[in-house]
Structure formats: structure tokens, C-alpha cells
């Protein structure tokens, strides 16, 4: 069974801090590792995606892959309380581009809970 | 615009009866997925698609039904035989030779 798991939180912060939340999977092929940001009462929305070892930085987003150890981190810098939400973690097996084989299925795990205080 | 739309944004329903959820994209995306999340359950894989008049079931596909007739459409049917279909349900989609999956607002049913 594969498995990503989260810490459910919450996770409080303070304004303008940096919040870091991990990710561990079981599945030792997994390849391609995402972020979602979903909003109470609203849908998950996409906001990173990191496939090889190492950071990778978007705007005030950094993820952060480390394929030894099995974990993936999402680091969120000078938060605002506008990024108080559920950050889901999500794991598929294969690494683009298409080979035409598998399912592309994810495995998400239950989100952890982010809380900036103003 | 592009994007995935679901219909309708709320559902009530008496129990034992048939509802059908409203999944369309026009995003030219091949691959088409149904997922349904309770609170502290994380989301779960129903049903999904990857091709026209082709379909696979996920972890919980009991109690439910798809159809894949158009590229753009991915219909689901909660069925009476679903104990607890109390949930909010979301479809995504995903563009051939990408991973990322991108989700619609999502419909939450109510059945009581």
C-alpha cells in the first residue's frame, strides 16, 4: 500500500515567517512529487510540482526533494494569512515525459493545516 | 477560458436515491479522475479515465458509475448501493504527457 503521510497540524506561524511543511512516502519509485494549497470549502489548486532531487523556487515557494530519505518539504516564505489553508502533499510513481504506460494515478496524503496570525 | 467545471456547486438527495454529478473540461486533456474527500480522510480515487469509452476503478469505486462518451465529459452516478455518499466529491483532469492533475470546484452531496 502506498502511503504519503502529513502531519494534520495545525501548523500556526506567525506573519512574515517562514512555514515548512513535510511530506514522507513509503513508495520508493516515486518520481514526481506535487502540492496543493485547497482552501476551506474550495477545491485543491495546484502550486508546485518537483521532480528531481534538490530545491526548486517559485515566488515565495521553495520545495524541496530529497529522494534518499523518502521526503518532500514545502517551504513558504514571509507568510501572509492569506496562505492559511490545507497544503496536500501528492506522490505519483513515474516521471514525465509520457512513456504510455501506468496509470498517473496520485496518491495524496490528508493535508496539514496551515494557520498564519497576523 | 480553460478550465474544469462541475455542476451542481451543492446536491441534496434522499437516501436510496440515484444522483449524477456533472464533470466537464475543455482543456483538451485526455485523462479524467473522480476523487472524494471527507473531512481528515485526505482524497480518494473513485473512478477515472484516460481514454474515450474507457474506464478504470479506483480504491472505492463500489456504489458507484461512470461514463466517458466525450473527451470533454466524465459524468458520475452515486448510486443507492453507496453507504455513506454523504462527501465532497471532485474531478480533476490531466493533459497527455504531463503528471499534474487539476481539479474543478467540486460538488458536495448531501443525502439524508
Known amino acids: 500500500q502506498k502511503e504519503v503521510e502529513q502531519n494534520s497540524g495545525p501548523l500556526s506561524v506567525p506573519e512574515g515567517a517562514i512555514a515548512s511543511l513535510n511530506c514522507t512516502y513509503s513508495d520508493r519509485v516515486s518520481q514526481s512529487f506535487f502540492w496543493y494549497r485547497q482552501y476551506s470549502g474550495k477545491s485543491p489548486e495546484l502550486i508546485m510540482s518537483?521532480?528531481?532531487?534538490g530545491d526548486k523556487e517559485d515566488g515565495r515557494f521553495t520545495a524541496q526533494l530529497n529522494k534518499a530519505s523518502q521526503y518532500v518539504s514545502l517551504l513558504i516564505r514571509d507568510s501572509q494569512p492569506s496562505d492559511s489553508a490545507t497544503y496536500l502533499c501528492?506522490?505519483?510513481?513515474?516521471?514525465?515525459?509520457?512513456?504510455?504506460?501506468?496509470?498517473?494515478?496520485?496518491?495524496f496524503g490528508k493535508g496539514t493545516k496551515l494557520s498564519v496570525i497576523p | 477560458d480553460g478550465g474544469i467545471t462541475q455542476s451542481p456547486k451543492y446536491l441534496f438527495r434522499k437516501e436510496g436515491q440515484n444522483v449524477t454529478l456533472s464533470c466537464e473540461q475543455n482543456?483538451?486533456?485526455?485523462?479524467m479522475y473522480w476523487y472524494r474527500q471527507d473531512p481528515g480522510q485526505g482524497l480518494r480515487l473513485i473512478y477515472y479515465?484516460?481514454?474515450?469509452?474507457?474506464?478504470q476503478k479506483g480504491d472505492i469505486a463500489e456504489g458507484y458509475s461512470v461514463s466517458r462518451e466525450k473527451k470533454e465529459s466524465f459524468p458520475l452516478t452515486v448510486t443507492s448501493a453507496q453507504k455513506n455518499p454523504t462527501a465532497f466529491y471532485l474531478c480533476?483532469?490531466?493533459?497527455?504527457?504531463?503528471?499534474?492533475?487539476?481539479f474543478g470546484p467540486g460538488t458536495r452531496l448531501t443525502v439524508t
Open positions: 501528492a506522490v505519483n510513481p513515474q516521471t514525465p515525459p509520457y512513456s504510455g504506460a501506468g496509470s498517473y494515478q496520485l496518491t
Open positions: 482543456l483538451n486533456h485526455d485523462a
Open positions: 479515465s484516460q481514454i474515450v469509452n474507457d474506464f
Open positions: 480533476a483532469s490531466r493533459g497527455q504527457g504531463a503528471y499534474e492533475q487539476y
Open positions: 518537483i521532480y528531481s532531487n
